[in-house]
């Protein structure tokens, strides 16, 4: 049946709304993103078409129907803009968020512009982090580890479609394929979300990878696992270790890398002003 695309997307926007309790310029834009993607359309075709009449596809409400039980928007479209580049999204992944940026910023201002380096992304899911890193610092060796296979061959994709065929990345559950190698400098997002955090039953996280998100009952396991390991791979003297992690957990990294000899320990705020990234300089 067809109706004024106007009319489709403000009962699409109604119905979003009302059910996952979205604000309504939040649905509206998710109504957008929906049929520009069955259309294959960008934005601004819906926004100039606004008065015309559309037959719209089946996929489209197949694809409404589904945001409607909860499933993200990023794993319905299959993709998800990070650092300005398009990243394959699929639920073997934890969606790139705009918070992990700053990781990758911070990153980038302690990677020298042309002198070959190392790098290592423990952890690396879509190949957001790595793949970032590598399309913006060419002369750097990017290596990227993932415990889960399926997660690899989303990275592999996103790495080949991005042009960064130099990615290395290995099968590791975090340092067990490295051996003795060293980088120059680590990052990672791992998990770090308590256990029993209620959050993880809400919205989005629900239908992403558990084991990219909880980590122990303080949310901090992974984080002591990497912080005690780090050292052993980190080309003397002295490399720099990046991580993320929750909003309240700034004071417990600090004090683990402190503990683990790290030196020039400091935590980062993102942009909502929440402490996001803590940073340390590893012993000569
Ligand atoms: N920031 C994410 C969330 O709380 C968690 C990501 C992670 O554990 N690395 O939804």
Not at 9 to 15: E, F, V
Not at 124 to 131: D, L, N, P, Q
Not at 235 to 252: A, C, D, I, R, T
């Amino acid at each position: 049946m067809s109706a004024g695309l106007h009319d489709i997307l403000r009962q699409g926007a109604g119905r979003l709304a009302a059910t996952l309790g979205l604000d309504p310029r939040e649905a509206r834009l998710e109504v957008q993103i929906l049929l520009c993607h069955v259309l294959d359309k960008p934005r601004s075709w819906l926004i100039r078409h606004d008065r015309d009449e559309l037959q719209a596809p089946s996929s489209y409400a197949d694809l409404l129907a589904r945001r409607l039980t909860g499933e993200p928007i990023a794993y319905l479209i299959g993709k998800r803009e990070f650092f300005g580049l398009e990243f394959k999204t699929t639920p073997a992944v934890l969606i790139p968020r705009p918070e992990t940026e700053l990781l990758v910023e911070l990153a980038l201002a302690r990677i020298p512009e042309n002198r070959p380096c190392k790098v290592l992304d423990l952890g690396t899911g879509s190949g957001a982090i790595a793949i970032s890193l590598a399309k913006n610092r060419p002369q750097v060796t990017v290596t990227a580890i993932d415990q889960s296979l399926e997660a690899l061959a989303v990275a592999r994709e996103n790495a080949a479609r991005l042009d960064t065929p130099k990615l290395r990345l290995l099968h590791s559950n975090w340092f067990s394929a490295l051996a003795s190698e060293t980088f120059d400098l680590i990052v990672s997002n791992p998990p770090y979300v308590e256990a029993a955090d209620p959050h993880l039953q809400r919205g989005d996280v629900r239908f992403e990878p558990l084991s990219a998100l909880a980590a122990g009952v303080d949310g901090l396991d992974d984080i002591r696992r990497i912080a005690a390991a780090a050292p052993h791979h980190l080309k003397k003297p002295g490399g720099w270790l990046l991580f993320e992690h929750g909003y309240n957990q700034g004071e417990g990294c600090r004090k683990i890398l402190r503990q683990q000899g790290f030196s020039e320990v400091a935590t980062i705020c993102d942009l909502a002003g929440l402490e996001r990234v803590s940073v340390g300089l590893s012993a000569d």
